[in-house]
Protein backbone atom coordinates (compact mmCIF):
# COMPACT_ATOMS: atom_id res chain seq x y z
CA UNK A 1 0.00 0.00 0.00
CA UNK A 2 1.30 3.84 -0.79
CA UNK A 3 0.53 6.33 1.44
CA UNK A 4 0.72 9.86 -0.45
CA UNK A 5 -0.08 13.26 1.47
CA UNK A 6 -3.41 14.85 0.77
CA UNK A 7 -2.53 18.75 -1.01
CA UNK A 8 -4.16 19.99 2.40
CA UNK A 9 -0.98 18.21 4.60
CA UNK A 10 1.55 19.41 2.06
CA UNK A 11 0.55 22.80 1.94
CA UNK A 12 0.09 22.59 6.18
CA UNK A 13 3.77 20.76 6.07
CA UNK A 14 5.37 24.06 3.49
CA UNK A 15 3.35 26.19 6.00
CA UNK A 16 5.32 24.56 8.84
CA UNK A 17 8.78 24.64 7.41
CA UNK A 18 8.70 28.05 6.37
CA UNK A 19 7.75 29.22 10.04
CA UNK A 20 10.32 27.03 11.07
CA UNK A 21 12.65 28.96 8.56
CA UNK A 22 11.19 32.30 9.16
CA UNK A 23 11.79 32.11 13.06
CA UNK A 24 15.63 30.94 12.53
CA UNK A 25 15.73 33.75 10.91
CA UNK A 26 14.45 36.56 13.38
CA UNK A 27 16.30 34.58 15.90
CA UNK A 28 20.07 35.29 14.06
CA UNK A 29 18.75 38.92 13.75
CA UNK A 30 18.22 38.84 10.05
CA UNK A 31 14.59 39.35 10.07
CA UNK A 32 14.65 43.08 8.80
CA UNK A 33 16.93 41.70 5.97
CA UNK A 34 14.72 39.02 5.36
CA UNK A 35 11.68 41.32 5.51
CA UNK A 36 13.22 43.99 3.02
CA UNK A 37 14.33 41.75 0.79
CA UNK A 38 10.47 40.73 0.61
CA UNK A 39 9.70 44.21 0.11
CA UNK A 40 7.64 44.20 3.03
CA UNK A 41 7.03 46.82 5.85
CA UNK A 42 10.28 46.71 8.61
CA UNK A 43 8.13 46.87 12.27
CA UNK A 44 10.31 48.69 15.01
CA UNK A 45 11.13 46.03 16.45
CA UNK A 46 12.54 44.09 13.70
CA UNK A 47 14.91 46.96 13.12
CA UNK A 48 15.42 46.93 17.17
CA UNK A 49 15.99 42.77 16.57
CA UNK A 50 19.18 43.35 14.53
CA UNK A 51 21.29 44.52 17.78
CA UNK A 52 19.73 42.30 19.77
CA UNK A 53 20.48 39.06 18.18
CA UNK A 54 22.45 39.56 15.58
CA UNK A 55 26.25 38.25 15.37
CA UNK A 56 28.38 40.45 17.13
CA UNK A 57 30.26 40.14 13.63
CA UNK A 58 27.30 41.28 12.05
CA UNK A 59 27.72 44.16 14.03
CA UNK A 60 31.28 45.02 13.60
CA UNK A 61 30.85 45.23 9.90
CA UNK A 62 27.64 47.68 9.83
CA UNK A 63 30.06 49.82 11.75
CA UNK A 64 32.85 49.03 9.74
CA UNK A 65 31.23 49.80 6.55
CA UNK A 66 32.20 46.47 5.37
CA UNK A 67 28.46 45.21 3.96
CA UNK A 68 29.66 45.71 0.76
CA UNK A 69 28.90 44.20 -2.46
CA UNK A 70 31.16 44.69 -5.15
CA UNK A 71 32.27 47.80 -4.11
CA UNK A 72 28.70 49.01 -3.62
CA UNK A 73 27.39 49.42 -0.23
CA UNK A 74 24.13 47.08 0.38
CA UNK A 75 22.78 48.41 3.73
CA UNK A 76 22.55 52.57 2.41
CA UNK A 77 18.24 53.43 4.05
CA UNK A 78 18.17 55.70 6.47
CA UNK A 79 17.06 52.39 8.59
CA UNK A 80 20.16 50.98 8.54
CA UNK A 81 22.31 54.09 8.88
CA UNK A 82 20.75 54.20 12.11
CA UNK A 83 21.40 51.00 12.95
CA UNK A 84 24.94 50.84 12.24
CA UNK A 85 25.05 54.04 14.48
CA UNK A 86 23.23 52.33 17.23
CA UNK A 87 25.69 48.98 16.75
CA UNK A 88 28.65 51.31 17.09
CA UNK A 89 27.57 52.95 20.22
CA UNK A 90 26.69 49.52 22.07
CA UNK A 91 29.83 48.06 20.82
CA UNK A 92 31.94 50.59 22.53
CA UNK A 93 30.35 50.09 25.90
CA UNK A 94 31.49 46.76 26.04
CA UNK A 95 34.61 45.41 26.04
CA UNK A 96 34.25 41.67 25.10
CA UNK A 97 31.15 39.80 23.67
CA UNK A 98 30.47 38.53 27.22
CA UNK A 99 29.38 41.95 28.31
CA UNK A 100 27.65 42.71 24.99
CA UNK A 101 25.47 39.43 25.80
CA UNK A 102 24.56 40.77 29.18
CA UNK A 103 23.92 44.44 27.39
CA UNK A 104 21.40 42.44 24.76
CA UNK A 105 19.72 40.90 27.93
CA UNK A 106 19.55 43.04 30.09
CA UNK A 107 18.39 46.08 27.69
CA UNK A 108 18.00 45.51 24.06
CA UNK A 109 15.93 41.91 24.11
CA UNK A 110 13.67 43.49 26.89
CA UNK A 111 13.32 46.46 24.58
CA UNK A 112 12.50 44.58 21.09
CA UNK A 113 9.90 42.74 22.60
CA UNK A 114 7.93 45.92 24.68
CA UNK A 115 7.78 47.01 21.19
CA UNK A 116 6.77 43.59 19.55
CA UNK A 117 3.93 43.25 22.26
CA UNK A 118 3.15 47.38 21.91
CA UNK A 119 0.57 48.47 19.33
CA UNK A 120 2.54 51.99 19.38
CA UNK A 121 2.80 54.00 15.80
CA UNK A 122 5.24 53.21 13.61
CA UNK A 123 8.62 55.34 14.72
CA UNK A 124 10.96 57.14 12.72
CA UNK A 125 14.44 55.92 12.81
CA UNK A 126 15.57 59.31 14.84
CA UNK A 127 12.91 58.17 17.39
CA UNK A 128 14.32 54.62 17.26
CA UNK A 129 17.72 56.08 18.30
CA UNK A 130 16.83 58.26 21.03
CA UNK A 131 14.63 55.46 22.17
CA UNK A 132 17.76 52.80 22.21
CA UNK A 133 20.24 55.26 23.31
CA UNK A 134 17.84 56.08 26.36
CA UNK A 135 17.43 52.12 27.32
CA UNK A 136 21.44 52.26 27.29
CA UNK A 137 21.96 55.17 29.03
CA UNK A 138 19.05 53.49 32.13
CA UNK A 139 21.22 50.52 32.14
CA UNK A 140 24.13 50.33 34.92
CA UNK A 141 26.09 48.54 33.17
CA UNK A 142 26.05 50.58 30.17
CA UNK A 143 29.25 52.92 30.16
CA UNK A 144 28.26 56.74 29.49
CA UNK A 145 28.78 58.12 26.34
Not at 31 to 51: F, T
Not at 52 to 67: F, G, W
Not at 77 to 102: H, M, P, T, Y
Amino acid sequence: MRWSLSQGDRRFRRQARDLVQECGIYLSGHYADYLEARNEHVPNWAWISVLARADPELLRSLVADDALSGGVRMRTSVWWKAIAFLAGEILSQQNDDRGFDELRRSVLVPLELKRLASDRRPERSGELVRSVLSALDRNPSSRHR
